[in-house]
């Protein structure tokens, strides 16, 4: 973790330290609008005429014209610098067209698997020889990239992987063993970033730590297991390699030996952001074409689009695709600053956000099409299949939400261990500062963080959402004071609280991001800006309870918690491995 | 011969939008919609970058008469291969008469005074459907045109151009300087990539005014009305061939 950490959730970030990051939203200079415009057009075009998703997905392939197009138009190297003959786009750039590269699900995981992670080692980490030899090749598409991490017994606990890397005896190359799952562009990859253990001396003692490397299928020794059978992005190349005594030479250690799980986590939290836009993409369209089916389908002799639980549906559509773009062009926007600053937990709670609510939307799309969703002659029950991966890969959701809320209760530990050393050496003033503002927050007294007001930085129209944000704020900051409180290091181990807790903190990232933006597009006025202020308030409204209601859960003995039954039902049901009620039917004599 | 080829490019509506005619019936539109290059101009473009790719030509010089935006146009022009861009400025009232007589004598000035061998454009703009800026370009330089082209070949110093007519194809010979207007089978565009983008932004586009030109705008037409086509009204079935005729007959068709 970085030192000097300033964002979102750095305790008490909750005091606006922030506030300068994420207000205003970020904005991009006129050139590069028109920029972007300019490369969005030709893409779009590509995707709209020459892209046959449904072929794609039946036949399970993406046909090489295809793939050729997509290298033409220069999609492989978004990211490269231009020196090593890539586009030299920015994150915010990269997440733009990620809106349309979604169109299709299997053409956006190649291209994420390529550059994204692939080759994003190389761009990160990688030594001057590395990039001059690698990235032009891999930039034009002349060579596929892959990502090696995930094995049979390591999946989310990727620093327990086995794949073995051993130094030769005239110290000059690496021989690399083992074997890799789940590998996107698997068998048409050229170039990949494999990560591997090797003994490394630290001071003396010899201890086995993962390094990462650029191998060439080249190098020999290395086959691709038959293509996976997926339910979705059936287009993308998903399979196992393994590695049997391949030599790598040592030049191809990308950073220094032994450091390859800092490697990989840079990695995998660099892409995540950009689920936000590409999610925020797909639903997009996908309201187009059910808008256009509700507006003329008939029954009852009122069109669709005249029901309330139709309407639910297209509401809670936009949302979501407000709320995703907001936060995946604020998080890009802050990557783009210079200094490199560390957006990983943003990011995460970006990918947690835009996953599962782009899964509920698909299938509520699904569900206004009736019967017709559910045939293949749609494409909606595709865009459900090609869905249900983003959960599931670039880090589970149940992994990420522990990241997120233990990394934003590592910085209130710090602030609270300094409070109860505080308390300790009898510092009464300080006890009295700590139970005032408890006293203060429970008896429902106004909090004030300076984000409205005259100087403030959201716009009237949406001051009383930013009140509610406010009082979450402080909610939480005291919430979370009281959990580490009560449980000290166990939290760890506490699941069912972390998760309430990283819900909370999403849901507080997603509302500063609707706050800043919507506040943006008033002060400039954007076409359509009274819109977005009804999004944002709707949006902040419902967050706001969901938040009081999640921290309600979190206070101590609070009957609104379940937690202990749930653990003890999963408790019984997983110690017989089954259902284990009598049946009702059942009688006992 | 100067081996200089002049391409207009209209900015239109995106084909694909759904036109919607404004409340009071002034005209379309066109506010937050969907603008791209008019699609017959692409093809205007991709002949001219093709003819300097085979060499037969020197440099490609793309013109739009418009706002600010049509710079847009001008890179797409840009990123598909054309060497240099003018935009000629015209805003307000006047780009909302803009129309085949005013943009020819701007063609028309340009060809001359850039030296040009030939000026390519689209057959029509798929908004107006005017089909007539080209004809009148050739008229105003008193060149030759060669329109609806589906193939042009040099031959010599003459040009063959093979045209798409009602009652099939006519091949004609026409000497340069000549005005050519594209049609569909002329060739298939390719599409700007993004590293072509890229580059273009490094290509220079020229901002002229009508009047350095020494060009008169003003419109000798007026729109009264603009009005979305009458709804399609639903058919009738009829039983035999003299119900038919009857129905015909009271509908005063026959």
């Known amino acids: ?589 | 011969m100067s081996g200089r080829v002049l391409v207009g490019v209209k900015r239109v509506i995106d084909y694909a939008v759904k036109i919607r005619v404004k409340p009071d019936n002034s005209s379309v539109v066109t506010d937050g919609v969907k603008h791209s290059m008019n699609p017959f101009c692409e093809i205007a473009v991709e002949e001219a970058v093709k003819l300097k790719e085979k060499k037969l030509i020197k440099e490609v010089v793309a013109v739009s008469c418009g706002p600010q935006q049509a710079q847009e146009t001008i890179r797409t022009a840009l990123a598909m291969g054309a060497d240099r861009g003018i935009h000629v400025e015209v805003t307000g009232k006047d780009y909302e008469t803009l129309g085949p007589l005013q943009v020819s004598k701007i063609m028309a000035a340009l060809a001359k005074k850039e030296d040009a061998q030939l000026v390519i454009l689209g057959k029509q703009a798929i908004d107006d459907d005017c089909n007539q800026t080209g004809q009148m370009t050739a008229a105003l330089l008193d060149w030759p045109q060669g329109t609806f082209a589906s193939e042009v070949s040099f031959d010599g110093d003459k040009i063959k151009v093979v045209r798409e007519i009602d009652g099939g194809l006519e091949t004609i010979k026409i000497k340069t300087p000549a005005v050519v207007t594209a049609d569909l089978r002329l060739n298939t565009p390719r599409y700007a990539t993004l590293p072509n983008i890229m580059k273009a932004k490094k290509k220079k586009i020229a901002n002229v005014k009508p009047a350095d030109l020494g060009v008169d705008l003003t419109s000798r037409l007026e729109v009264v009305r603009v009005d979305e086509p009458p709804q399609r009204q639903a058919g009738v079935k009829v039983e035999t061939v003299d119900d038919l005729v009857g129905k015909l007959k009271e509908a005063g068709t026959v």
Not at chain 1, 328 to 342: F, I, K, Q, V
Not at chain 1, 441 to 462: A, N
Not at chain 1, 531 to 537: D, Q, S
Request: aromatic content about 8%; some cysteine; hydrophobic content about 40%.
């Open chain 1, 1 to 589: 973790m970085t030192e000097n950490r300033n964002t979102f959730t750095t305790f008490p970030f909750l005091m606006f330290v922030l506030q300068a990051e994420v207000f205003p939203y970020p904005e991009i200079g006129n050139e590069e609008v028109e920029e972007i415009n300019q490369l969005v057009a030709p893409v779009e075009r590509f995707f709209t005429e020459e892209v046959d998703s449904a072929k794609i997905d039946r036949e399970a392939k993406i046909p090489p014209e295809t793939l050729n197009g997509l290298k033409e138009l220069g999609l492989f190297g978004i990211m490269v610098p231009e020196e090593y003959g890539g586009l030299g786009l920015s994150n915010t750039m990269y997440a733009r067209l990620a809106e349309i590269i979604s169109l299709d699900g299997s053409i956006a995981v190649t291209l994420a698997a390529h550059q994204a992670i692939g080759l994003k080692g190389i761009l990160i980490a990688g030594n001057e020889a590395q990039k001059q030899k690698y990235l032009p090749k891999l930039a034009s598409g002349e060579h596929i990239a892959a990502f090696c991490l995930t094995e049979p017994g390591s999946g989310s606990d990727a620093a327990s992987i086995q794949t073995r890397a051993t130094l030769s005896e005239d110290g000059k190359q690496y021989l690399l063993s083992g074997s890799k799952i789940w590998i996107s562009n698997g068998a048409i990859a050229d170039v990949m970033t494999v990560f591997a253990r090797t003994e490394v001396d630290v001071d003396g003692v010899k201890k086995d730590k993962i390094s990462a490397f650029i191998v060439e299928r080249a190098y020999g020794g290395i086959t691709s297991g038959k293509a996976e059978d997926k339910l979705g992005i059936r287009g993308s190349n998903t399979c196992e390699v393994s590695f049997d005594n391949v030599p790598v030479p040592v030049e191809n250690v990308i950073g220094e030996v032994g450091s390859g799980f800092k490697v990989a986590m840079n990695i995998l939290n660099s892409g995540r952001f950009s689920m936000g836009s590409s999610s925020a993409g797909m639903i997009k369209k996908l309201i187009e074409l059910t808008a256009e089916y509700a507006a003329t389908r008939k029954q009852f002799n009122k069109s669709l689009s005249e029901f309330g639980m139709i309407q639910e549906k297209f509401a809670m559509m936009a949302l979501n695709a407000f709320v995703m773009e907001s936060m995946a062009y604020l998080t890009a926007g802050m990557m783009d600053r210079p200094g490199l600053p560390d957006c990983s937990l943003e990011a995460a709670m970006v990918k947690v956000f835009s996953s599962e609510g782009g899964w509920i939307c698909v299938s509520e799309a699904l569900q206004v099409l009736g019967g017709l969703g559910y045939t293949k002659d749609y494409p909606y029950e595709r865009y459900v299949r090609d869905c249900r991966i983003l959960p599931i890969f670039e880090g589970t959701n149940e992994i990420l939400r522990m990241y997120i809320a233990l990394t934003g209760m590592q910085y209130a530990g710090k602030a609270l261990t300094g409070k109860i050393k505080e308390m300790k050496k009898g510092n009464i003033g300080m006890v009295f500062g700590v139970v005032g503002k408890k006293l203060k927050s429970s008896l429902g007294g106004s909090v004030d963080y300076g984000l409205t007001g005259k100087d403030g930085v959201v716009h009237p129209s949406l001051a009383e959402s930013a009140k509610k944000f406010e009082q979450n704020v402080s909610h939480v900051g005291s919430t979370v004071e009281s959990l580490l409180y009560r449980y000290g290091k166990t939290i760890v181990d506490e699941q069912l609280i972390l998760k309430r807790v990283a819900d909370v903190m999403i849901n507080l990232y997603a509302m500063t991001a609707v706050l800043s933006r919507a506040s943006r597009s008033i002060s400039i006025g954007l076409r359509n800006h009274d819109h977005e202020v009804l999004l944002a308030n709707t949006f902040c409204s419902d967050a706001f309870f969901k938040n009081n209601y999640l921290m309600t859960q979190l206070q101590k003995h609070s009957p609104e918690n379940n937690d202990a039954n749930i653990k003890k039902i999963a408790r019984e049901v997983l110690e017989n491995r089954a259902y284990i009620c009598s049946h009702p039917l059942e009688r006992t004599f």
